[in-house]
Structures are given as C-alpha cells and as structure tokens.
C-alpha cells in the first residue's frame, strides 16, 4: 500500500475510546493510515500524546481548549496547555470556536481562549482547527478578524448555508473537513458545499466517537469508519473513491505538514 491508498483521519477523539489502540488497529487494517486525535484540555492532550507516541507512524495530535469547555477554562492555565502544544507530535491547535447549541456559556465567554488559541497558533506557526455550531456568522467575523493570517481547518464543516459558503470560498486558507454527517439523507446542503468548494481544500474526518456515518449511523464512531464519508464526498463531486482519497491525503499532509508513513 503506497502513498495514495492512504486514507487520513482529519479529527478523531482517541483519549474518548475505551480501547485506543484497538481503534488504531482496526483503522490500519482498512487503509487509515493517519489519524489526528483532538486532544481538549491539559489532561486530554497528555493521553493523546500518549497515544500518538505509541503510534507515530500514523497518529499526530492538536491541543487546545474546546469551546464547550471554554467558558469556565481558567486561562491562567493556558500557559500549559501552550507548553504541551510545543510537542513535536503536535501539529494543530484546537479544537477552538464557538457554540451556542449547548449550554456553555455566551459567545464572549468563549472568546478569550478563542483568541488565545489563535495567538499559539500563529507563534507556533500551526493551523487552527474550528468547531462552530449554531454561532456562523460569528465565527466566520471572529476568524476574518483574529485569524487572517493563519491556515483555518472547518472541522465537521456545517457553513453551508449559501451565504456562509460564499464567505468560506472566499478564503483559500480555509480548509473544510466533512463528516460523518455528511453520509445522512438530511444533508444534502453538506453535499452541495462538498461539491462546490474546491478539492484542494477538503478533508474527511470521524469527530469519533460522535456522528457515526451511515451504515453505523446511531453506533459508537471509530475512525475506520472514515471511508464511509470518502466515498460520499467522492459521490458528491462525481470523481471515484480513489481520486477523493488522493486530494484529500494530499491536503491533510499540506495542512498538518505530516505525511503518514505507510507499508511498501
């Protein structure tokens, strides 16, 4: 298996399975030869590290502070989580944005670490992975504002009402990760913008455990279940399976400047 039969994890939650390295493996085992776990908070980036040291041939991590979380986040303490960012195996910071569909405090609230999070990235010269729900048109000013600069990752991409897509297109840094959400037959708006942003700047992604693809729709997501979503990605835009996972390895390795290493 070479280079272009590699399928890439964009986000996944290793630190959230009962049995990471089981995960690992059965991802290995159907071609997902990288996976990048989300490590939220100081003790969620150590075990993902953990994992990703016990695994470096296929997992790398980001490291930030989760905007469910971040209302509450005592900032006095971001200084080790950027301490933990500056791990070699560290390649994006985050999962960083806004949510106003849980109960986790107001967009203000959330912006603090928001804005901390864009600083480390731009000192550490990494992309900045975004999770926005219910809160768009704030997330795209706040990005246009604080993160003009820097490579943006769309994680779980959900801008896709028409006018928010125009904004996202508008912006080449911005890349779009789909998931698995993208497989259900409500959202054929995810596979319109699937199919109208660029392919250069599109990657698929679990967020597993959450948001199983069809057939596992209602199940525990893992990461093997990613070519799910490759290949509805793949149907949107009318290429074949292997085109998809060619552009979409190719821009995860762009963005996160980390090639897998995969068996000759």
Known sequence: MGYDACVIDSHTHLDHADAPQEWVDRARA???????????????????LEIARENTDCVRIAAGVHPLSAAEFDMSSFGEIAD???????????????????????????????????????????????????AEEHTIASLERYAADLDVILHCYALAAPEHLAVVLEHERWVCSFAGNLTYPSAQSLRDAAAAIPLDRLMVETDAPYLAPKPHRG????????QYTLAMLAESRGITFDEARAATVATASRVFGWTPATPA
Do not use: W, Y
């Open 30 to 48: 159907v071609g997902v030869q990288g996976m990048v776990s989300i490590g939220c908070g100081a003790d969620s980036i150590r075990r993902a």
């Open 84 to 134: 933990l960012a500056r791990d070699p195996l560290v390649v994006a910071i985050g999962e960083t944005g806004f949510d106003q569909h849980h109960d986790c405090g107001t967009l203000e609230q959330q912006m603090p670490a928001f804005e901390a999070q864009c600083e480390l990235a731009r000192e550490l010269s990494l992309p900045l992975v975004i999770h926005s729900r219910a």
């Open 219 to 226: 199940k525990r997501n893992e990461p093997a279940f990613v």
